[in-house]
C-alpha cells in the first residue's frame, strides 16, 4: 500500500526563514531584472542573434522580453503579484532556453559547450520560478503582499 500525503502549510516561522527567503527572492528577482536592463543597453546586438536565431519580430521580443525580465524580476524581489511574476518567469525561461540556446543544434564545441551552459542556466532559473510560484499564493514576509491569487 502507498502512503498517503498531505500537503504542509508553507511556514517560515524558523529563526532568520524570512530573511533568508528574501535574500533569495533578491538574488533570484533581482538578478533576472538586471539581466532585463541589458535588453535595452544593447538593443541592436541582442536583435540581430534573436534574428540569426530565427526569432519573429526580433527587435520587439528582445525589448518585451527586457520589459518581463525586469517587471517579473522586480515582482519576485518586493513580493507583489508573485504568482504572475513568477509563473512568467517560468514560462520565458523554458521557452527561451529551447529557442535560443539549442545547443544540441551547434556544430562547434566551444559554441555548444556555451550554449548549453547558458540552456541550463535558463533551465534551473525556471526551476527556481517554479519554486517561487508553488508558495506564490501565500503571505511572505518582507513583501508589499499585492497579488491577484
Known amino acids: 500500500m502507498l502512503a498517503e500525503f498531505t500537503a504542509l502549510p508553507f511556514q517560515l516561522d524558523t529563526p532568520f526563514a524570512g530573511e533568508l527567503f528574501l535574500l533569495g527572492r533578491l538574488l ?9 536592463t541589458n535588453h535595452f543597453a544593447d538593443v ?9 536565431k530565427g526569432l519573429p519580430l ?8 527586457g520589459v ?6 522586480l515582482g519576485v524581489v518586493v513580493g507583489a503579484f508573485p504568482v504572475l ?15 535560443m540556446h539549442d545547443f ?14 547558458n540552456f ?6 525556471a526551476g ?18 499585492i497579488g491577484l491569487f
Not at 526580433?58 to 522580453?65: E, H, I, L, T
Open 28 to 36: 533570484f528577482g533581482g538578478v533576472l531584472a538586471f539581466t532585463g
Open 104 to 117: 544540441w543544434a551547434i556544430d562547434d564545441p566551444e559554441e555548444r559547450q556555451s550554449e548549453q551552459t
Open 58 to 65: 526580433p527587435r520587439f521580443s528582445v525589448v518585451a522580453s
Open 128 to 145: 527556481a520560478a517554479i519554486a517561487i510560484l508553488a508558495v506564490g499564493g501565500t503571505a511572505w514576509p518582507y513583501a508589499v503582499g
Open 85 to 99: 511574476s513568477a509563473g512568467a518567469l517560468a514560462v520565458f525561461l523554458v521557452v527561451s532556453a529551447v529557442t
Open 44 to 52: 541592436d546586438a541582442m536583435t540581430g542573434y534573436a534574428e540569426f
Open 68 to 73: 518581463l525580465l525586469v517587471a517579473a524580476g
Open 120 to 125: 541550463l542556466k535558463n533551465m534551473y532559473g
